[in-house]
């Protein structure tokens, strides 16, 4: 039995046909963490959709109205680059329930993982990026609601920008120092220490970290509290090295009451929406790296899936399957 609850509904698919999107792969995830032995049938937890009012603590009226009568303009329907539906509504409704209890559990267990979610590509007005509802989003401003949380801070590490939560999350900011960068002798590359850029501003009760290529969708990208932009190729030692630091210089600023962590499986080499080089096990220890810091400092950590566009599914599978596995690791050690 795993020391943590996944959450898991036959009801994530995405029914958007075929689709780079490889919405199948919440199904085979949870099938492969069963046959594997890695979760047993108890360890995971079925949630029920979002209600509209937890939507709408992040989305605005009129775009919700929208989405439950059909009535998104053809540019918004193009923007969000997946077929609309009532049936895709209510996939992304369950992904936010998915996210507020994978929320209440990290608080209880110390960590959850939504084997969905991420939809970080959606705004209050707009979806975009195959991301109707910032399911999220949605999950923090409910726990604050509940007034189980006061503080969140995300940590995206999806290959893609996350311009939703930034924008979400904004609040009023004034620019910070410059952010101290990545000490020379951590990146073996020199195009990594000339090309990389980590900038940042904070104010509000949401810290927002996103590590991300830079030459990438989206391609405005609102400022989060700390971005990282990334050069094209990066591989796992730079991109390790940089998210320490990101890590650090995020948990020097600002005390969370939970760590909500984006897990996107497209910084693989092999992703065909993605230009970074990492490798599946240096995506593990990206994991496992998270993991570690946020349990030395006694944070809950909410874990939802976001992209994985691999050209092997297969990848993509066990991408998100090693990051249970690297969960169980670090949590089921005695600290
Ligand atoms: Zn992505």
Known sequence: MLPFKLVYSDGYYLPI???VFPAEKYRRIRDRLLAGGVAEARDILQPEPATDQDILLVHKPEYVKKLKTGTLSPREEMELEVPYSRDLVEAFWLSAGGSILAARHALS????INIGGGFHHAF??????????????VAIRRLQRD????TAMTVDCDVH????????????????EPLPSVATSTLNTRAAETE???RGAHAGDVFTISLHQHNNYPQYKPRSSIDVDLPDGIGDEDY?????????????QFEPDLLCYIAGADPYREDQLGGLSL????????DELVFRVARARDIPVMVTYAGGYARNVEDTVTIHCNTVIAAKEVFASKS
């Open 279 to 286: 490798s599946i096990e240096g995506l593990k220890k990206r």
């Open 147 to 150: 007034d189980k949380i006061r």
């Open 109 to 112: 267990d110390g960590l959850a």
């Open 161 to 176: 920008q996350g311009n939703g939560t930034a924008a979400i999350f904004a609040g009023t900011r004034t620019a910070s």
């Open 124 to 137: 209050p007005d707009h979806g975009e990026g195959f991301c109707m509802i910032h399911d999220v989003a």
């Open 240 to 252: 390790l090295a940089w998210l320490d630091n990101a890590l650090s210089s995020g948990l020097r």
């Open 17 to 19: 046909g075929q689709h």
């Open 196 to 198: 990389t850029k980590m």
